[in-house]
């Protein structure tokens, strides 16, 4: 295809607009003033380009910018290229360099550790009043993916509750709503248990931590000394006790905000369907 030799978009063309900022880059960097921030801490970072040949002609806010544009719209390379004035291959190189840094710095820099109890405490909404000693509330989602090629690929990434090809991640959120951690991806047919018990989230937990979970979480025997989890009550008679349908009502008000953190991360289209050739990629895109 033949090259554009201007540079028909860039960040200089959304900066004026935060309406255009939040639209491209996703709600975390809602506008002006917040993305600049991001840029800041990646303005000395030193970058290795994955494909081996380094990128110098697009400066590094534009690099960025067509990334986030990736995963917030999830745009094919060819057109990210037609946008900003470059080959296809040169946006494959940006891309794919750009969401290995973003989980070095982001994900592994600034989510290493989860909040304490105590420090959920102290910005802990009112509907978590039956759950003060609330460390984490965990979930598992999944995220549609292209048909394996290998036979026992296809075994394993088979979703019996989706009914399709899956990759599987656990997330969990402080009772605020904040995310405070992501597992990598699974094949979609691992169960939530073994999700938890590969995670490394156990380790996380002190006695006198509560975990709020569903009912697929049956992960009792696998926690630290002390350590609690509260799921809905199981249905073991014709009906529920009004006290169970107190708790299961209360427990669904609470865990209600992990429900709203997944469709947070579901905004970015990315996540909608990963591609064969970023299947390597998506525990990092995830």
């Known amino acids: 295809m033949d090259i554009l030799k201007s540079q028909p ?3 200089e063309v959304i900066q004026e607009k935060d309406s255009l900022i ?17 840029f800041v801490i990646f303005k ?26 990736k995963l917030r719209l999830n745009l094919d390379f060819i057109d990210l290229g037609v946008r900003f004035g470059c080959t296809r ?28 109890e105590l420090k959920n405490r102290a910005c802990l909404p009112s509907i978590f009043n039956n ?55 699974c094949p979609g047919s691992t169960s939530d248990k073994e999700i938890v018990k590969n995670s490394g989230v156990l380790n996380i937990f002190s006695s006198g931590d509560l975990i709020l979970a569903d009912e697929g979480f049956l992960i009792n025997y696998l926690l630290p000394e002390g350590v609690s989890v509260n799921i809905h009550p199981f249905l073991a008679s014709p009906q529920f ?7 299961t009502l209360t427990i669904a008000q609470a865990r209600i905000h992990i429900e709203r953190a997944i469709c947070r991360i579901k905004g970015y289209s990315i996540l909608e369907f990963i591609s064969q050739t970023l299947v390597p990629y998506a525990s990092k895109i995830f």
């Open 9 to 11: 978009f860039s960040f």
């Open 22 to 38: 939040n639209y491209y880059t996703g709600t975390g960097l809602p506008n002006r003033k917040t993305i600049n921030f991001f």
């Open 44 to 69: 000395d970072k030193h970058i290795t380009y994955l494909l081996g040949w380094n990128v110098e002609r697009i400066p590094k806010n534009n690099q960025i910018l067509m990334t986030l544009m």
């Open 89 to 116: 291959k040169t946006i494959n190189n940006i891309v794919l360099t750009w969401i290995h840094v973003f989980h070095t710095v982001l994900f592994k820099g600034f989510m290493e550790s989860v909040p304490s």
């Open 131 to 185: 759950f003060v000693n609330c460390r984490i509330i965990l979930d598992c989602t999944e995220i549609f993916t292209a048909i394996p090629g290998k036979m026992y690929m296809q075994k394993l990434t088979y979703s019996n509750y989706k009914h399709r090809y899956t990759l599987k991640g656990l997330v969990g959120i402080a009772p605020n709503g904040v995310l405070t951690f992501c597992s990598c991806l």
């Open 241 to 247: 006790t009004p006290n169970q349908v107190i708790r």
